[in-house]
């Protein structure tokens, strides 16, 4: 059965303490691993799309990378208004889009 | 930049009312979608829709619920008669052909009392 995991599902940061956010997955055959930030109240964001391991994608203090069984969000010297919740989705073969629960991020001044 | 709308922001309805939620997608988006979330909880998968029919739904759409597209801009969700249990943020999405993210609204809180 096709799954996303994400870990930690919280993670508090002083501002500036760079940390990763993980997201594993078995999805069959993976066509792309969306990285979404979701704030309270509000539609889930599009942030990033990666297509196959080894890419990258960078957008202001994040970077998002893919390995085969894992993709990483890293959160460099974060601020307050980072604070979210950062959500993955695989996309499957058969055109499917499964989401991950989410890290719910929060960042101390 | 193009944008999801959707409307309501929040519709308060009693138990067994019916109830529909109005979105209108990305207008050259040919995917269409409908997620809920409950307070707290994770993004839910219900129902997606392309070329004017179902193409998956997850076992929360059951009978209760319908989905439209009455005419070339707009995509609604019907429950039937809601339950209490139905409370929660509902998302319409869409997304453009092949591996192409979704794009979401801002949602529909639906509180059924």
């Known amino acids: 059965e096709d799954q996303v995991t994400q870990s930690p599902e919280a993670l508090r940061l002083q501002e500036g303490e760079s940390s990763s956010l993980n997201c594993s997955y078995t999805v069959s055959g993976l066509r792309g691993l969306f990285w979404y930030r979701q704030d309270p109240g509000k539609g889930p964001e599009f942030l990033f799309t990666?297509?196959?391991a080894g890419e990258e994608k960078e957008k202001e203090r994040l970077k998002a990378t893919l390995t085969k069984k894992e993709s990483f969000l890293h959160i460099t010297a974060p601020k307050p208004e980072d604070s979210a919740t950062y959500l993955c989705?695989?996309?499957?073969?058969?055109?499917?889009?499964?989401f991950g629960s989410g890290t719910r991020l929060s960042i101390r001044p | 930049e193009p944008e999801v709308t959707q409307t309501p922001s929040h519709q308060v309805t009693q138990m067994g009312q019916e109830v529909i939620l109005r979105c209108v997608p990305i207008?050259?988006?040919?995917?269409f979608y409908w997620y809920r979330q409950i307070l707290g909880q994770k993004v839910e998968f219900l129902v997606s829709f392309y070329n004017n029919e179902i193409s998956e739904k997850s076992e929360i759409f059951d009978d209760q619920f319908s989905v439209e597209r009455p005419d070339g801009s707009n995509f609604t969700l019907k429950i039937r008669s809601t339950k209490l249990e139905d409370s929660a943020m509902y998302f319409c999405a869409s997304s453009g052909q092949g591996v192409s993210p979704l794009h979401f609204g801002n949602g529909t809180r639906l509180t059924v009392t």
């Open positions: 989705a695989g996309y499957s073969s058969a055109s499917k889009i499964i």
């Open positions: 207008s050259n988006h040919l995917y």
């Open positions: 990666l297509y196959s």
